[in-house]
């Protein structure tokens, strides 16, 4: 999550940080980067994606000739499931980010990354979160998990409880993985928009993958700078939204007093996908 609490828009951007995606400002060369990346990805993905996200790619249309205008995506979108995607400059305060989740609306980065930075950047950028994340929110299931976070999102800051709740966001939304009749398929948006990434983390044998617990997951630190060392596989998309509809308080209460749990660690009471090796986050350790 951003650190911008109580921090004011940017100049031209509105109360809710929203601005104009001002599409017609896009150059050729950024239209051909969103190509490029496009099709690298969508090459990739079909038996490594869930049908969700696939099924959802399809029906939106995004390859398009370039950097999708969001007034289009929206006339596909709407109709479907109510969200919208919304343009805004970057990150946003937290509060900010909820309310708009909780009201069907995806804020999405309106610039485009450097040529450079093809395979990895800090902050989310129009390909992260158009090509990441909308493809999902055409999926009814996932679009009220989504919009239940917002709400979610909004109440965990009143109890102090948002480090737990961001690491719901970061192992099911960003990170997550889901069992199908042909085995594991991402349907995390950090994943499906990392060509290397989309690789390792179902093929790779370092990381450990676990059965999605939603307490467990809560407890879970994760890391921001590299592949992940932990993937959470949940049963169903359904199964994920039904372990979140209850309250959290009681969780909350007892996450208080509970200890963090390291990145790596496999618990006795882990239900174990894989074990991982580990070996590529021992080699970046040096
Ligand atoms: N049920 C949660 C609560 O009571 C809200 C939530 C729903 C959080 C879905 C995350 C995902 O706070
Ligand atoms: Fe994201």
Known sequence: ???????????????????DQRWDRYTSAEHALWLTLYDRQARLLPGRACSAYLKGLEALDLRGEGVPDFSRINQRLAPMTGWRVVAVPGL???????????????????????????????????????????????????ADYLQAYGQGGLRAM????????????????????????????????????SRAE???????P??????????????TRYRID???????????????LDATL???????ARLRGAADIPIATILPTDDVVTRGTQAYAASRAG
């Open 226 to 240: 590299d592949f992940q060392q932990v993937y959470f596989v949940a049963p169903s998309l359904r199964a994920l």
């Open 92 to 142: 946003v305060p937290d509060e900010v980010f909820f309310e708009h989740l909780a009201n069907r609306r995806f804020p999405a980065g309106a610039f485009i990354r450097a040529p450079e930075q093809l395979d990895y950047l800090q902050e989310p950028d129009v390909f992260h979160d158009v090509f990441g994340h909308v493809p999902m929110l055409t999926d009814p299931t996932f």
């Open 246 to 252: 209850q309250d959290f308080s009681a969780l909350y």
């Open 206 to 219: 370092s990381p450990n993958r676990l059965a999605f617990e939603l307490e467990r997951v809560m407890r």
């Open 198 to 204: 989309s690789i390792f983390a179902l093929d790779d």
């Open 158 to 193: 009143g109890l102090g409880q948002l480090t737990n709740l961001a690491r719901l966001y970061w192992y099911t939304v960003e990170f997550g993985l889901v069992r199908e009749a042909g085995g594991l398929r991402i349907y995390g948006a950090g994943i499906v928009s």
């Open 1 to 19: 999550m951003a650190d911008l609490a109580g921090a004011e828009p940017p100049p031209g951007a509105a109360a809710d940080w929203t601005i």
